[in-house]
């Protein structure tokens, strides 16, 4: 099982909005609306902001928001803050039952 | 408070057999699917493996299916990885993580446990 494809790093300034785009195949992304989006900071285990494509868990920011079209799902944040700056994975359910995440974005909040 | 206690990380042996444990707290362990993923030192998150609540669903990644055997002893409210032929490429941190209930989200993490395979 391939990993999905993230681009390795993003960057934005305070208040701006990024897109992080996670592409996979009708194998993973294509065929399953299971698309979740995790955050890590350095040290930290990673948190879970996005489950189900575009299902925010409670307690997380609206400023987080995801999508998908095809074989690819986006992560959007909003009103970029300094505290943003981490790695973000996606990961999707497989036809095969198991889990396949992306390669991590590195964010960077200029 | 819900938590995810992993242990058993350490040195081992290229071809070792650790097991790595999981004690949950703070939740109805028994009704939720788990998993492992790991995270190799400076790089990516990778699935290893999930096991369903009540244990009649097992998967595994390619890279580690044969080497790694994952069980639950719900009795325990607790999650095993045995790690069997370790290879160098194994070294990461293990996390322990339950799935949401009903769905492929890992919404509960553990602080994860390190483990170097080295000789």
């Known amino acids: 099982q391939s990993a999905l494809t993230q681009p390795a790093s993003v960057s934005g300034f305070p208040k701006q909005s990024i897109t992080i785009s996670c592409t996979g195949t009708s194998g993973d992304i294509g065929s399953y609306n299971s698309v979740s989006w995790y955050q890590q900071h350095p040290g930290k285990a990673p948190k879970l902001i996005i489950s189900?494509?575009?299902n925010r868990p409670s307690g997380v920011s609206s400023r987080f928001s995801g999508s998908k079209s095809g074989n690819t799902a986006s992560l959007t944040i909003s009103g970029l803050r300094t505290e943003d700056e981490a790695d973000y994975y996606c990961?999707?359910?497989?036809?095969?039952?198991?889990?396949?995440f992306g390669g991590g974005t590195k964010l960077t909040v200029l | 408070e819900v938590q995810l206690v992993e242990s058993g990380g350490g040195l081992v042996e290229p071809g070792g057999s650790p097991r790595l444990s999981c004690r949950a707290s703070?939740?109805?362990?028994?009704?939720?699917?788990m998993n492992w993923v790991r995270q190799a030192p400076g790089k990516g998150l990778e699935w290893v493996s999930s096991?369903?609540?009540?244990?009649?669903?097992?998967y595994y990644g390619d890279s580690v299916k044969g080497r790694f055997t994952i069980s639950r002893d719900n009795a325990k409210s607790s999650l095993y990885l045995q790690m069997d032929n370790l290879r160098v490429e194994d070294t990461a941190v293990y996390y322990c993580v339950r799935d949401e209930y009903g769905g492929y989200g890992f919404e509960i993490w553990g602080q994860g446990t390190l483990v170097t395979v080295s000789s």
């Open positions: 703070g939740f109805t362990f028994s009704i939720y699917s």
């Open positions: 990961c999707s359910y497989t036809t095969k039952n198991t889990r396949v």
């Open positions: 189900d494509v575009s």
């Open positions: 096991i369903s609540s009540s244990t009649d669903h097992i």
